[in-house]
Every structure is written in C-alpha cells, then in structure tokens.
C-alpha cells in the first residue's frame, strides 16, 4: 500500500522494557519526523531526519533514540520505557521544502 | 518555548456560520504555514496552506489569511458543517524543516 503506516498501532509495555515502534514510507520522501501527541500539549516533536543516516533532536528526544538506514523507514525506540512516555506517537514525511507533511495514523503506547 | 500559539483550546459554531480559528507565531523566520485537521484515532491530514509571500490562500470552503506584521494567521470554514468537527492544528516552517505545530484548537460544529 502506498503511503505512510506506523506499527504496531497499539502497544502496552512495562516500565524499564525497549520498545520500537515502526515507519515506514512508501514515496521516497527525504524528511520524515517523529511527534508525541499529549493533552494539552500538542504535537511535540520527538526526532526528524533529512535523509538516510541523517538525524536531528527536535524538542523532547530525551529517552528516545532514532535510525535511518534506509529512506524509506524512521524506527524510533525507547530504551527503557518510563510512564511519561505514555502518550500517542505519529510519524510524519515530507518530500521538500514548502511542501506538506503526511502522518500516519499513530502508534498508542501506555507504559505501565 | 512555544514559537506557534493557539490560545482557544476550543471553539463551538452552529451549522452554516462561519468558524473563525485562530494562530499566532513568535519566530519571523517562519516562512510556510499550516493547518491540519485531526479526528480522533486517526493521523493528523493537511487541510490549506500558505506561503509567507501571501496573504491569503483559498480552497472551497477553506481560506487561510496571513498577517505577517502581527505574526498571526487564520483558518475561515465557510459554511461550517458538522464534519467539520475535529482538532485543528496550525504548524509552521522556518529555515529548519520540521513542522512547528501549535497546541491545536478543537472545533465543534453543532446542528
């Protein structure tokens, strides 16, 4: 399928476990980026990457930890999961600049 | 510190009439603006945006207006319809190239 997808779509984990949660672009889009969705927080951004092997802290990468070796794919993974982490995570990509980004539908993870 | 601001966390507007979102910026350096729309469960998808060289930007029932001097845009849904119902997020890009979203206002629509 074309398109952007995130996975798992909902995951529990327990405090102290790695978790990776998954993305995966279809268009060969050079900028993809990773948000957390928090009430009354907005979109907060996590990680992004200009293009493979290329990545940037965006506003709260603490505890988190991005790759890219392939273009098409931005994994982001949690080193040892804290309950503040508990929150929706949405990847994005992006072709070029003055463009707009596409989301995926989001990966619900709960940290208990 | 949050360089995009929507200070109305919520936003409720009969059926037919005009609803009004506002966002404002701090950062001059922003040059693209934004809005998505977002229903619940699923991934934010884009609606309108403007380049900083506009001062409008329209598209059927959407229309963005930039003001740059006062650093403040808004989104216009001429006439409202209950669809219209979800979360809207402006965002913005600046010599950076990620998105810069705002807190999100959540727009309700009502019969």
Not at chain 1, 4 to 9: E, N
Not at chain 1, 22 to 42: P, V
Not at chain 1, 97 to 107: I, K, L, V, Y
Not at chain 2, 4 to 24: F, T, W
Request: hydrophobic share 35%; charged share 20%; aromatic share 14%.
């Amino acid at each position: 399928d074309a398109g952007i997808t995130q996975s798992p779509r909902y995951k529990i984990t327990e405090t102290g476990r790695q978790v990776t949660l998954m993305c995966h672009q279809t268009w060969s889009h050079s900028y993809m980026f990773w948000y957390r969705q928090d009430l009354g927080h907005g979109l907060r951004l996590i990680y992004y990457s200009a293009a493979a092997d290329i990545t940037d802290k965006g506003e709260v990468p603490d505890g988190y930890v991005v790759s890219r070796s392939k273009t098409e794919n931005f994994p982001l993974t949690l080193e040892s999961a804290t309950r503040s982490q508990t929150s929706v995570y949405f990847c994005a990509s992006r072709f070029g600049f003055d463009t707009e980004a596409f989301f995926g539908q989001g990966t619900r993870l709960t940290v208990v | 510190d949050q360089q995009v601001k929507q200070n109305s966390p919520s936003l409720s507007v009969q059926e037919g009439r005009i609803s009004i979102l506002n966002c404002d910026y701090t950062n001059s350096m922003f040059d693209y603006f934004l809005w998505y729309k977002k229903y619940p469960a699923e991934g934010p998808t884009f609606l309108i945006s403007i380049s900083s060289i506009k001062d409008k930007n329209e598209d059927g029932r959407f229309t963005v207006f930039l003001n740059k001097s006062a650093k403040h845009l808004s989104l216009h849904i001429v006439p409202s319809q209950p669809g219209d119902s979800a979360v809207y997020f402006c965002a913005a890009i600046g010599s950076g190239y990620a998105l810069n979203f705002g807190k999100g206002t959540s727009l309700l629509v009502t019969p």
